[in-house]
């Protein structure tokens, strides 16, 4: 079938330019307007792309980054983990200042990252409720534990990319953190100079490269231990250097080999241990040596 005959006569394609000048404007427009939504639509779609990123990202840490901050503090609410102390250190730690600036909408989802090196930063609901179950800590009342600082003297293992850090920062007297992987603990180092600038009465927090199952002697015993990576068995050092009233939590490989379990460990007054069992985990491994 032939193109368009109304008058009888065959038509020339292409038209002469002045046939399709004449053309009704009213005709013309809808259509050239319709063909350029059906066939662009990567531009609406960059528009929504746009929109969403201006709702969602983080910028910097004014008030759209404190109000996301507070979001996620609720649904933490919201998860069991109360303690004002613990909710106010989520609430003032930009966690999007720790993670890859591709994973920035992330940030404040509850959801594990990676963050380099096969390694990855635990989600906000486990982290919360490790740091919950340290600020419970039987020896929370002998007479050394200063007021709002609940972890005491707090050793970390595994720094990461330093965001738990960061938190624990906020809950201790000081903290100690141990990382494996050179790379990490300079990336840690920097990333907590950063924050530095943002978080007001934030204690520093002192970063070792080296074993952490090895613990850290020159500063032991320490109040409250808390581990990022999980091995087959606890480290005796670890226990060595936990203090009287002091609580240590780390994951640990389930003894009939079925995943994670988070393991308490309290030293009581009288120097015994005294393990407890705090739901399935699935955390990074603990490796011995340096890298
Ligand atoms: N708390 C961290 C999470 C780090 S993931 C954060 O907020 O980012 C666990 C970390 O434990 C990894 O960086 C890993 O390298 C480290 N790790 C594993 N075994 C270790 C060991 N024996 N000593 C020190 N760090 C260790």
């Not at 050394?144 to 624990?168: I, K, S």
């Not at 613990?215 to 999980?230: L, N, S, V």
Request: hydrophobic residues 40%.
């Amino acid at each position: 079938m032939s193109q368009g005959q109304s008058d009888g006569k065959p038509r020339r394609f292409p038209l002469p330019l002045d046939k399709v000048a004449s053309a009704p404007s009213a005709r013309l427009k809808p259509a050239a307007a319709s063909s350029r939504e059906v066939l662009r639509p990567q531009a609406h779609l960059h528009q929504i792309e746009q929109e969403r990123r201006r709702q969602s990202i983080p910028q910097g840490v004014g008030l759209d980054s404190m109000q996301i901050r507070l979001r996620m503090v609720e649904r933490l609410r919201s998860d069991g983990i109360t303690h004002p102390g613990v909710l106010e250190a989520f609430a003032r730690t930009p966690r999007h200042l720790f993670v890859d600036t591709a994973l920035v909408n992330q940030a404040y989802e509850d959801t594990s990252l990676p963050i380099g090196l096969g390694q990855t930063i635990s989600k906000p609901s486990v982290v919360g409720t490790m740091l919950q179950l340290l600020c419970s800590r039987p020896g929370l009342t002998m007479p050394h534990v200063q007021p709002g600082r609940p972890l005491g003297l707090c050793l970390e293992v595994g720094t990461g990319c330093g965001y738990q850090a960061a938190l624990l920062s906020l809950l201790a007297r000081q903290v100690i953190s141990i990382e494996r992987l050179r790379d990490l603990h300079i990336k840690a180092r920097g990333n907590l100079d950063q924050i530095r600038q943002h978080v007001p009465a934030w204690q520093d927090v002192r970063l070792v490269y080296g074993d952490g199952m090895v613990g850290h002697p020159p500063q032991a015993p320490y109040d409250t231990i808390i581990a990022a990576a999980g091995g087959a068995a606890l480290p005796q050092a670890w226990l060595d250097q936990l203090a009287p009233g002091g609580r240590l939590i780390a994951p640990m490989e389930d003894e009939r080999g079925q995943g994670q379990v988070l393991t308490v460990v309290d030293r009581l007054p009288d120097g015994s241990l005294q393990h407890t069992r705090a739901g399935a985990v699935l955390f990074v491994p603990l490796k011995s040596g340096i890298t």
